[in-house]
């Protein structure tokens, strides 16, 4: 399982109880763990293999946290930012060093799988939906696929 480093600062469950009031759902428990002991940060190793992606693989340039310093690392700025541009039921967990996301399934049936979500594909029309691409089944899951480039 990769490392994370450059974590974000201690969070409590009553501040990713106001993430799950704002996204009407509870977090899988493998990631609400991962929020408790890490709050987002840089994984090593950091390349994961996306299915069907042309160009795969690609990079976990951060992983989002609760009140992070670095404004586009916070999970809050990334739901607001990416508002109607994400399917309902995807909360934005991590990007890549493209620009693109990994959202956390928080609806059925594929509730807790991570997603990868092409928003270059889609760059410049703001109404088109991001291609996605199914990367894990879980979180963990998720973090057991990082990876170190060959």
């Known amino acids: 399982m990769a490392t994370v480093e450059k974590r974000g600062p201690k969070v409590t469950e009553t501040e990713i109880g106001k993430i799950e009031a704002r996204v009407g759902a509870p977090l899988p428990s493998d990631y609400r763990r991962f929020l408790l002991q890490s709050n987002g940060g840089v994984p090593t190793p950091d390349v994961i293999d996306v299915e069907g992606l042309p160009g795969s693989p690609t990079d976990v340039q951060v992983f989002f946290g609760i009140g992070r310093s670095v404004e586009s690392s916070c999970l809050e700025w990334n739901m ?27 609806r059925q049936p594929e509730l807790g799988s991570v997603l990868y979500c092409d928003l270059q594909a889609v760059f410049g029309d703001l109404k088109a939906s991001p291609e996605l691409f199914h990367v894990s089944s879980s979180f963990r899951s998720f973090m057991d696929k990082l990876r170190e480039l060959d």
């Open 80 to 106: 607001a930012t990416l508002a109607g541009r994400l399917e309902a039921g995807l909360l934005p967990i991590a990007c890549d060093s493209g620009g693109n996301v990994f959202c956390l399934s928080l």
